[in-house]
């Protein structure tokens, strides 16, 4: 077969249209999917018993379930139950910052346990209160040993964005569908798109093992 | 809410989310099978000196890493029939496009693995004589591969779930019969809500396991 | 009790017990008498106790029974079952370890100056000039900046002595400071501590060098099954051991047997 990717010219704008959709999405799940990430985990490191009962299931839930059933689930149900009609943005954006909560939490579970036992005697001989020790010794620590994960955190999001197309969103991913399928172009609008996707996340990933280097080199002290 | 539950609904249909999952999990098994193998191989070719076989290996990689699988799936039941002119049932092209993007994920795994594994045992493989052959045969590889298993579980319940994917494209899986049945049923809550505890119940104890047999690992490392 | 009588304990220790779990009792009834100015080196076998006597005192571990006081006043015990620990009187004890503890994301200055500004409410400024000080006499003053994966292993050790003092303690402890040293960075750690027992700062500390044990020390203690086996000045428990377990372990260590 014959490939012409001139056509995709003409379609600039809607596959621009389409990517700000897709980033703007991304950004506002990531924002408020870490935050939640950072509450959950330190719930789950937490005394009581129901707080990290409750979140142990939130997260074993978001991540043992395809994020594809996620965003139905939210875009389906959700409105069945609270009554109210959701847009697409806003089902998408509740089903992204929830599977997001859940990846983060993760994170920062592991980079807060991360933080050895010695740093913690160093703390007790310099008499520093439990205050001053989470706050100016656990936490900066695992934020910094957290940021590499989080920033992968932030391409598994970005990736799995495109999953709002199924549920109707005007992603880049469903306005690449939309072209293919008007244009009958299927290869060259669908390679474009990916090629799209490839070219963000491709830089982060790098720069994801990059940081991971420079801070392993800082913490080891 | 104006909705009542009626979790019979799904009880009564359950014959079609069974069809389903046995096709998510042939998919998932013959997607791992093709990962496993395969990407030990790919990952080999990354690690190769000759840039005529390390270059398109990384480029297959991490082209596979850094696109959606949804794309990655639409493209393959669009693209492959169109480009190649081939036609395949449509559960044997899920199986080739989940096993391509778990091949890529698994041979980072292995690639990591294998060079993690400390240069003072190549040394010491060299001051015990042994060929380099030898070296990465008994030294390297089983070190490698052990050390592999827990990414490669974590990799392979991650294709389980991402087998959903291919519902979009018609394959008629847990995911496609889930939908199906709640839009029959104009029972969405019920059951998507049991599709999603089927998935549930297969993730959850493989990850257990893994986190299990990581903890282990980290108490023999010490 | 007058904690300014004359001839008064700085540390007293009295029927120590620590078990880990059941089975493995670390310290049984262990008693040591320091007095003020006393630089007690604690030698013995691994597993005897040493690191434990000092996390102890430093109050790091939970205790099965004893106590210990500084300066005459009972800070660590033990009530219904539960180690109590006296935090003002822990204040007063500066600690360093092993592996130098150092927070890797502070500069050498905020490591210092952490402490003192969010214990003692001391100013930044203050602080900060005090910092300066202890690290100029330490021969540190190009790493005020610097983070402690840009440090060598002896400088970081210096900067974690630095670190201690920044709390004026009464009592220092070190525990193997120089074991996860290369050989070559061994003296200036070493040469730090010689400067600080010049001054008279009170000191107990856990070495494997036993030639800096006997230039440092006013007072050696061999422990060892977790008891105090022997207690003298450094030419009699290095020197010339009464107790046959010493002599084996002095005489293993000097390599004097095949």
């Known amino acids: 077969m014959e490939l012409d990717f001139s056509v995709l010219w003409k379609f600039t704008d809607a596959l621009a249209l389409g990517l700000w959709t897709t980033a703007r999405l991304t950004l506002l799940c990531i924002v408020l999917g870490t935050a939640i990430g950072f509450l959950v985990g330190l719930a789950r490191t937490s005394e ?20 594809l059933i996620q965003l139905f689930w939210i875009f389906f149900c959700l409105p069945l139950i609270l009554g109210v009609e959701l847009s697409n943005f806003a089902s ?21 346990r991360a933080v050895g036992r010695e740093q913690m005697d160093a703390c007790v001989a310099l008499g520093l209160p439990r205050r001053v020790q989470v706050a100016n010794v656990i936490l900066p620590q695992a934020v910094l040993r957290a940021a590499p994960t989080l920033l992968s955190n932030c391409i598994s999001l970005f990736k799995e964005s495109a999953l709002v197309s199924a549920v109707g969103m005007a992603d880049l991913m469903f ?6 399928n008007n244009t009958a172009r299927p290869v060259e609008v669908l390679t474009a798109v990916a090629l799209i996707y490839f070219v963000i996340a491709f830089p982060l990933t790098r720069a994801v093992t990059l940081i991971e280097r420079r801070m392993l080199k800082k913490l080891a002290a | ?26 998919l998932t098994v013959a997607a791992n099978l093709i990962g496993i193998v395969a990407g030990f191989g790919v990952a080999l070719l990354v690690l190769a000196r000759n840039p005529v076989l390390r270059l398109p290996a990384m480029l297959f990689v991490e082209f596979f890493r850094c ?11 669009y693209c492959v029939p169109m480009l190649f002119n081939v036609f395949l049932d449509p559960i044997t092209m899920g199986v080739l496009a989940l096993g391509l993007n778990l091949t890529a994920f698994n041979a980072e795994a292995y690639r990591a693995n294998i060079q993690a594994v400390p240069g003072e045992h190549r040394d010491a493989g060299i001051a015990l004589g042994l060929s380099p052959a030898q070296r990465v045969l008994h030294i390297i590889l089983p070190q490698a591969l052990r050390a592999s298993v827990p990414v490669l579980l974590t990799n392979g319940i991650g294709t389980f779930q991402q087998s959903a994917l291919v519902a979009i494209v018609g394959v008629q899986d847990l995911m496609y019969q889930g939908k199906l049945l709640a839009t029959e049923t104009y029972r969405p809550i019920e059951t998507f809500t049991v599709v999603a505890l089927f998935y549930l119940a297969i993730s959850f104890p493989v990850s257990q396991f893994v986190g299990w047999m990581e903890r282990r690992r980290g108490i023999a490392a010490r | 009790m007058n904690a300014n009588a004359e001839g008064q304990a700085l540390v007293r220790i009295a029927d120590l017990h620590k078990s880990y779990g059941p089975a493995i009792k670390v310290l049984r009834g262990l008693d040591i008498e320091m007095k003020p100015g006393e630089r007690v080196v604690v030698i013995g076998p691994s597993g005897g106790g040493k690191s434990t006597l000092l996390r102890v005192v430093m109050g790091l571990e939970e205790i099965q029974g004893g106590s210990v006081s500084f ?21 007063k004890i500066g600690m360093v370890f092993q592996h130098y503890t150092l927070f890797p994301h502070l500069s ?28 100029a006499r330490f021969g540190l003053e190009a790493k005020t900046d610097a983070y402690p994966s840009q440090l060598s292993g002896g400088q970081k050790q210096r900067v974690a002595i630095a670190r201690a003092l920044m709390l ?3 009592l220092m402890l070190f525990d193997e400071v120089t074991s996860a040293l290369d050989p070559e960075l061994v003296a200036e750690v070493e040469a730090v501590i010689l400067q600080l027992a010049a001054q008279g700062m009170p000191m107990m500390m856990v070495t494997h060098d036993m030639w800096f044990a006997r230039n440092v020390a006013s007072r050696v203690i061999f422990c060892a099954g977790g008891v105090v086996v022997e207690d003298g000045p450094p030419e009699q428990v290095l020197g010339n051991p009464r107790e046959d377990r010493t002599r084996e372990f002095i005489e293993r260590v000097f390599h004097i047997k095949g």
């Open chain 2, 1 to 26: 809410m104006d909705y009542s539950l009626d979790i019979g609904a799904v009880t009564r249909n359950l014959g079609p989310l069974f069809e389903g999952l046995l096709v998510t999990v042939e």
């Open chain 1, 48 to 67: 009581s018993r129901l707080l990290r009962v409750a979140t142990a299931t939130y997260v074993e839930f978001f991540r043992g379930t395809p994020v």
């Open chain 1, 92 to 112: 998408g954006a509740i089903a992204l910052t929830l599977y997001m909560g859940a990846i983060t939490s993760e994170t920062f579970r592991s980079s807060l």
């Open chain 3, 168 to 170: 004026d303690p009464q």
């Open chain 3, 108 to 135: 050498v200055m905020q490591n210092l100056t952490l402490a003192p500004c969010k214990v003692n409410g001391e100013s930044r400024a203050k602080a900060t000039e005090r910092g300066r000080a202890i690290l």
């Open chain 3, 71 to 91: 300066a005459g006043r009972p800070y660590i015990s033990v009530q219904g079952g539960k180690t109590q620990i006296d935090t003002e009187v822990r204040k």
């Open chain 2, 67 to 77: 696109t959606p699988a949804i794309v990655q799936v639409v493209w393959f039941f």
């Open chain 1, 175 to 180: 306005i690449g569908q939309n072209i293919s």
